[in-house]
């Protein structure tokens, strides 16, 4: 039987329904459209696409279940590897990850990896009952900073090896940035936290309300019988352009728009957190936080939502499926422009006047790309004389984030980078011993599977240097 040289499409919501509501877009395979996409799969024996994958899913053989209709062996397979498949089957970028070394994607489309460990995921949250056993506990404990990827994923390892776990999450949720920085519409919070109650089962303890350098330090962790300590804090603290007009009522961090959002619950008629509805807005940068921004403004009811963007579409680090999602949607993409400025309503006559200090436009000055950067990309060059007003009364900063400076400054030994980044090994050792730190603390905002993949190289190296102290 010939091979189908495009893989099968992810059934979606479509576009002008689910521009106005928080459900997930993309609604799954059924078991038909599974098995037909695992057909694909070439089976090879090099496996390139597990060299791929972060965490190193063996996806051939997972895959291979799918072909027999045996679901529950493909969700060992994957639960194996990963604590949070339903998770990476939604958010994971395979494009440039496991899907980017598939043999079949040298002549068609690569196989559909992340559709069907999405398919296999839900597939075992909708019908396997069986209950989690916790293993038989080691006598070791370990603390873990941070209920993130890479965190949980930390916590899970070590949790399956009989080690006592407690996670300190600073929020009242647990989840990280999956429950505050990515949108309900791309993952809904019951999958994450059917992914927290399954670590739970295995015993792992989850504290929230708990900002690790301010209720608790690393020392004290310590001192409270944790042998152990990872740090898997992420990159909480929000990059700004330092332009005029930043300070402006209207103005937000993307952080703070999707936290308010996706959290706090701010999308409801009558939320105790207000966020800015409606109106036209902007939204700078052209990342997928970015794009979460702009879709969530959207639903939040904007009349108009703009990605402002410095480079040209081809330079446009978004996931293509995002990118897609958001102009079918209708979100106008205004590339090779950059703010300057953001104007503001200012009355001298009338200092009450409650207009005072909201957002009324944005400055922006065309671009062109000249020379490739140290990175590779061209270098977007501002064009003299080409500026323009955006008519825009919310604006949205969605240009990336840096580690939260806090557990730095109050923990004594602890290397950081340049840009705040926790210094560590590649066991993920940070320069205090028995301190572990993964995915954002680390290199800054990044993926939630490598995020996921630092975790486990943490937890195995956790469970090497506490094996030996027996």
């Known amino acids: 039987m010939p091979i189908n040289p495009k893989k099968h499409e992810m059934p979606t919501q479509a576009p002008e329904v689910r521009a106005h509501n928080f459900k997930e877009v993309a609604l799954g395979y059924d078991v038909k459209t599974a098995v037909e996409e695992a057909n694909r799969c070439l089976n090879c024996k090099n496996k390139p696409c597990v060299q791929g994958c972060p965490v190193n899913i ?8 799918i072909k027999k209709e045996d679901f529950e062996g493909a969700y060992e397979v994957i639960s194996k590897s990963s604590s949070l498949p339903a998770v990476c089957g939604r958010v994971c970028p395979q494009e440039s990850q496991c899907e980017s070394k598939c043999t079949l994607g040298i002549k068609f489309e690569p196989v559909g990896i992340g559709r069907l ?20 506990p080691n006598g070791h404990k370990v603390a873990v900073v941070g ?39 791309r993952l809904p919070k019951s999958i994450v936290a059917k992914e927290v109650e399954g670590l739970k089962a295995l015993g792992v303890d989850i504290d929230t309300n708990v900002v690790i350098g301010k209720t608790l330090t690393i020392d004290e962790l310590f001192g409270m019988g944790y042998e152990a300590v990872f740090v898997g804090s992420g990159a909480g603290l929000p990059n700004f352009m330092n332009i005029p007009g930043e300070a402006l009522k209207g103005v937000y961090s993307a952080n703070e728009f999707l936290t308010r959002s996706n959290l706090m619950k701010a999308y409801e008629d009558t939320p105790d957190t207000p966020i800015m509805k409606g109106g036209k807005v902007a939204v700078v940068g052209g990342g997928n936080v970015a794009m979460d921004a702009a879709r969530t403004a959207l639903r939040l009811g904007a009349e108009k ?33 950059n703010p300057v400025e953001i104007l503001g309503y ?16 944005m400055k922006c000055v065309k671009m062109e790309l000249g020379e490739p950067d140290q990175k590779g990309r061209r270098r977007p060059i501002a064009i003299e004389g080409s500026e323009f007003v955006l008519d825009v009364d919310t604006v949205i900063m969605a240009i990336g984030t840096s580690p939260n400076p806090l557990i ?3 923990t004594k030994g602890l290397e950081v980078n340049a840009h705040g980044g926790i210094i560590v090994n590649e066991d993920g050792l940070t320069s205090r011993e028995g301190v572990y730190a993964g995915g954002d603390a680390v290199t800054g905002a990044a993926t939630v599977i490598s995020a996921m993949g630092a975790g486990k190289v943490a937890a195995k190296a956790i469970d090497e240097f506490l094996s030996k102290k027996n």
Do not use: Q, W
């Open 58 to 65: 063996s996806i051939p053989e997972f895959i291979s279940h």
């Open 346 to 361: 200012h009355n001298p006559d009338d200092p009450r006047d409650p207009k005072n200090g909201f957002v009324t436009g």
């Open 305 to 337: 939502v703009y990605i402002v963007y410095r480079r040209s579409l081809n330079e446009l680090p978004a996931r293509k499926e995002e990118v897609e999602h958001a102009m079918e949607e209708g979100i106008d993409f205004r590339l090779l422009n």
């Open 147 to 185: 209920s993130g990827p890479s965190g949980l994923t930390c916590a899970g390892d070590l949790a399956k090896k009989g080690y006592k776990v407690a996670v300190f999450e600073a929020l009242h949720t647990a989840g990280g940035v999956l429950v505050y920085g990515i949108p309900e519409f």
């Open 408 to 410: 730095k400054n109050t």
């Open 117 to 136: 460990e999405r398919f296999v995921a839900d597939y075992h949250n909708a019908n396997c009952k069986a209950e989690v056993v916790a293993p038989e």
